[in-house]
Structures are given as C-alpha cells and as structure tokens.
C-alpha cells in the first residue's frame, strides 16, 4: 500500500455489507443507511497539541472499525475500496 495518513487520520478497507432479508433476498448496501464497517490498515502519527507534542493515537492497524457511509474520503489502490477518516468519523470499534 502506498498510502501514510497523516494527522489523526486512518486508511480503511471497506468490507462490503450486504443484507439477507427473511426470504433470502439480498439488499445492496444501498438500500440501507446502517454504518458500514472495515479494517484499519494505516495510522496517522496523531493530531498535535498547541504544545507540538503528539496526541497518541486510539486505534491501531487490524481494528474493525464502524463509520458512516458517507465519511471520509474514498480512495482506490491496487484495486482495494479504501477510505481515508478523521478519528472522529469512527463511530465505534468492534471488540
């Protein structure tokens, strides 16, 4: 991967999220509005304090994170769906 987020930011991958409704229809993931989920694969150094030190960073490459599908901005490498985010368009990190 080519991509170093800077700041308090992280590259995702996208895990693709599909729905199967009680008669085995699937939904595309356009047809809801749930938060979509994927795998942290970069980290950002942190955001700066007015001091310069470092902000240490929550998350860590390999955590599942969730997000709004409309967060950040989307990126394509080596044919891999990502996303660049700010910490504060993660809504949760599943455990």
Do not use: C, Y
Request: aromatic content about 2%.
């Amino acid at each position: 991967m080519g991509l170093q987020p800077l700041g308090d930011r992280v590259v995702v991958e996208v895990e693709e999220q599909r729905e199967r409704v009680e008669g085995g229809i699937v939904l595309p993931e356009t047809a809801s509005e749930k938060p979509t989920e994927g795998k942290v694969i970069a980290v950002g150094p942190g955001a700066r304090k007015d001091d310069g030190s470092r902000i240490p960073m929550p998350l860590a490459v390999g955590d599942v994170v969730l997000f709004g599908k409309w967060s950040g901005n989307d990126v394509e490498d080596g044919g891999r769906e990502l996303k660049i985010l700010g910490v504060s368009d993660i809504l949760a990190v599943r455990e």
